[in-house]
């Protein structure tokens, strides 16, 4: 009861509607057939129409196969899949629906209000073979498309909602999509809690990216993607996403576990990343992106455990956009635990992250703005990482008296690997003005070369009760200064 009423306060205090009882209607009321060979589309989307219509309530699945292409979801109409029900994507590319003529989808909403997914029954979008048969058309001349790296550049997600509000997404199992899992792209109070995604059956399988929203609470989740587990987007420069709230999930990722600001062209404010655990990642447990020129500010990410993960935390600003100049300001980062692997994190799964960037040695922690343009105001309080340690100083070394030579890079795509060789085996921190560091362990299993922390163009800096353990260390700094002033030790 003490949980209920937590969750009632909370989807409160961000705005979200808790939906109370409504009608059920079976799907046999409307000639939908279970036996996974009968294509459902009509007879689905005449169920949500009629529900809609009538004043809402839930469409109710039991156990079965529920075959079907595009569905458009309607106000105050609830999709309900009750254990055993799996509702599954054609493999026919011309089966699906492109919602603003931008994206292609199998559930989709637009502008609707008191919308929801629930049920502990599955959706599966059989994305491998969809996106195959999408590749055969753009090579038999129907379907127009560049195949960047060899792939459709849009394919079907399994859920795309745009500009709706109050929605729900509760207990299902989202699995195999062509795309993106599943997309919310300027929603206003949405709540996804307890959901389990499996993400592995094609390429850019994100597991949920929260676009430009304001109001968001993803808790409960377990999201295993090729692509970034949970990430947070901001696709328009007139829009923000904000209050969003990311509790008590796991990710693992053949990209990133928790990421926003790849797209941030509006920018993140107000953003809670609470008791999250992701691990087996090929990149950054947490990053923290500012590259479009939006405003990022006022992030806490608080009792984050990192397990078999490429990267800790990346925060970066770079400048993608032309004359669009982005803001990183006021981020915290507590509790944080991690252990960073000698060897690829995620060898083994079926789409392994990159490997462009190998060999090198093992990359840093990173706070990276730009010359002109600063990350300011960090924190980084009670922390401790696990390094392998074991820097191999032939790999491209890049010396302490050499700093300049690593590259700025405005324009790359952004991520922790970006940036090369990197000096420092336990952070790296570049053209940042306020930095507080306090009660930070760092620990090298094997002796590196480098030295624990590079502060390189770093201003008005507090780095207290900081740990540093390494083999064999002798003297080397634990923290080395360049170009940088006003730093208590």
Same mark, same amino acid.
């Given at each position: 009861?003490?949980?209920?009423?937590?969750?009632?306060?909370?989807?409160?205090?961000?705005?979200?509607?808790?939906?109370?009882?409504?009608?059920?209607?079976?799907?046999?009321?409307?000639?939908?057939?279970?036996?996974?060979?009968?294509?459902?589309?009509?007879?689905?989307?005449?169920?949500?129409?009629?529900?809609?219509?009538?004043?809402?309530?839930?469409?109710?699945?039991?156990?079965?196969?529920?075959?079907?292409?595009?569905?458009?979801?309607?106000?105050?109409?609830?999709?309900?899949?009750?254990?055993?029900?799996?509702?599954?994507?054609?493999?026919?590319?011309?089966?699906?629906?492109?919602?603003?003529?931008?994206?292609?989808?199998?559930?989709?909403?637009?502008?609707?209000?008191?919308?929801?997914?629930?049920?502990?029954?599955?959706?599966?979008?059989?994305?491998?073979?969809?996106?195959?048969?999408?590749?055969?058309?753009?090579?038999?001349?129907?379907?127009?498309?560049?195949?960047?790296?060899?792939?459709?550049?849009?394919?079907?997600?399994?859920?795309?909602?745009?500009?709706?509000?109050?929605?729900?997404?509760?207990?299902?199992?989202?699995?195999?999509?062509?795309?993106?899992?599943?997309?919310?792209?300027?929603?206003?109070?949405?709540?996804?809690?307890?959901?389990?995604?499996?993400?592995?059956?094609?390429?850019?399988?994100?597991?949920?990216?929260?676009?430009?929203?304001?109001?968001?609470?993803?808790?409960?989740?377990?999201?295993?993607?090729?692509?970034?587990?949970?990430?947070?987007?901001?696709?328009? *420069? #007139?829009?923000?996403?904000? $209050? =969003?709230?990311?509790? &008590?999930?796991?990710?693992?990722?053949?990209?990133? @576990?928790?990421? /926003?600001?790849?797209?941030?062209?509006?920018?993140?404010?107000?953003?809670?990343?609470?008791?999250?655990?992701?691990?087996?990642?090929?990149?950054?447990?947490?990053?923290?992106?500012?590259?479009?020129?939006?405003?990022?500010?006022?992030?806490?990410?608080?009792?984050?455990?990192?397990?078999?993960?490429?990267?800790?935390?990346?925060?970066?600003?770079?400048?993608?956009?032309?004359?669009?100049?982005?803001?990183?300001?006021?981020?915290?980062?507590?509790?944080?635990?991690?252990?960073?692997?000698?060897?690829?994190?995620?060898?083994?799964?079926?789409?392994?992250?990159?490997?462009?960037?190998?060999?090198?040695?093992?990359?840093?922690?990173?706070?990276?703005?730009? *010359? #002109?343009?600063?990350?300011? $105001? =960090?924190?980084?309080? &009670?922390?401790?990482?696990?390094?392998?340690?074991? @820097?191999?100083? /032939?790999?491209?070394?890049?010396?302490?008296?050499?700093?300049?030579?690593?590259?700025?890079?405005?324009?790359?795509?952004?991520?922790?690997?970006?940036?090369?060789?990197?000096?420092?085996?336990?952070?790296?921190?570049?053209?940042?003005?306020?930095?507080?560091?306090?009660?930070?362990?760092?620990?090298?299993?094997?002796?590196?070369?480098?030295?624990?922390?590079?502060?390189?163009?770093?201003?008005?800096?507090?780095?207290?009760?900081?740990?540093?353990?390494?083999?064999?260390?002798?003297?080397?700094?634990?923290?080395?200064?360049?170009?940088?002033?006003?730093?208590?030790?």
């Amino acid at each position: 009861m003490n949980s209920l009423k937590k969750l009632i306060m909370m989807c409160l205090f961000i705005g979200i509607v808790v939906p109370t009882e409504a009608k059920d209607y079976q799907m046999t009321m409307f000639g939908i057939k279970s036996d996974g060979v009968t294509m459902n589309t009509r007879s689905i989307q005449k169920a949500i129409d009629f529900i809609h219509e009538n004043g809402g309530g839930r469409l109710v699945f039991t156990v079965g196969r529920y075959l079907t292409g595009s569905i458009h979801l309607k106000s105050n109409v609830t999709i309900h899949l009750g254990e055993g029900a799996v509702l599954v994507g054609s493999t026919n590319p011309y089966d699906y629906d492109m919602e603003l003529n931008a994206w292609y989808g199998l559930i989709l909403a637009n502008k609707q209000e008191n919308i929801a997914i629930t049920g502990k029954g599955v959706i599966d979008g059989c994305g491998r073979e969809l996106a195959n048969n999408f590749i055969n058309q753009v090579y038999a001349g129907v379907i127009k498309d560049k195949l960047q790296l060899g792939r459709v550049a849009n394919r079907p997600k399994l859920i795309y909602f745009r500009e709706c509000k109050n929605v729900e997404v509760k207990g299902v199992t989202l699995m195999n999509p062509a795309f993106w899992t599943q997309t919310y792209d300027q929603c206003e109070h949405l709540l996804i809690d307890g959901i389990t995604v499996h993400s592995r059956a094609y390429w850019n399988n994100d597991g949920m990216d929260i676009v430009d929203c304001n109001g968001a609470l993803i808790q409960n989740c377990y999201v295993d993607a090729t692509d970034d587990a949970i990430c947070l987007k901001s696709h328009s *420069a #007139d829009a923000i996403c904000q $209050n =969003v709230e990311v509790r &008590n999930n796991i990710a693992c990722s053949s990209a990133s @576990g928790i990421k /926003f600001g790849t797209a941030s062209n509006g920018g993140f404010k107000d953003i809670k990343i609470i008791n999250n655990t992701v691990f087996d990642t090929f990149r950054s447990a947490i990053t923290i992106q500012a590259v479009d020129g939006g405003l990022v500010e006022n992030i806490v990410v608080d009792s984050l455990r990192s397990i078999n993960t490429g990267n800790p935390i990346y925060l970066v600003v770079g400048e993608r956009r032309e004359g669009h100049r982005s803001r990183m300001d006021n981020v915290r980062i507590s509790n944080l635990y991690a252990e960073v692997p000698a060897t690829k994190p995620d060898a083994g799964y079926v789409y392994e992250g990159p490997t462009e960037d190998n060999p090198r040695n093992i990359s840093p922690s990173g706070i990276i703005g730009l *010359a #002109d343009n600063k990350i300011t $105001n =960090v924190t980084i309080e &009670n922390v401790e990482i696990v390094y392998p340690g074991g @820097g191999n100083p /032939f790999y491209a070394k890049v010396g302490l008296n050499e700093l300049n030579k690593v590259p700025e890079m405005p324009k790359a795509y952004p991520e922790f690997s970006q940036h090369k060789e990197l000096p420092a085996w336990g952070f790296y921190i570049r053209h940042v003005d306020g930095v507080t560091f306090k009660n930070v362990k760092l620990k090298a299993l094997k002796k590196d070369y480098r030295p624990a922390i590079v502060l390189d163009d770093v201003h008005n800096g507090i780095f207290s009760k900081i740990k540093v353990s390494e083999p064999d260390a002798g003297k080397k700094d634990k923290i080395y200064l360049y170009k940088s002033t006003g730093i208590k030790k």
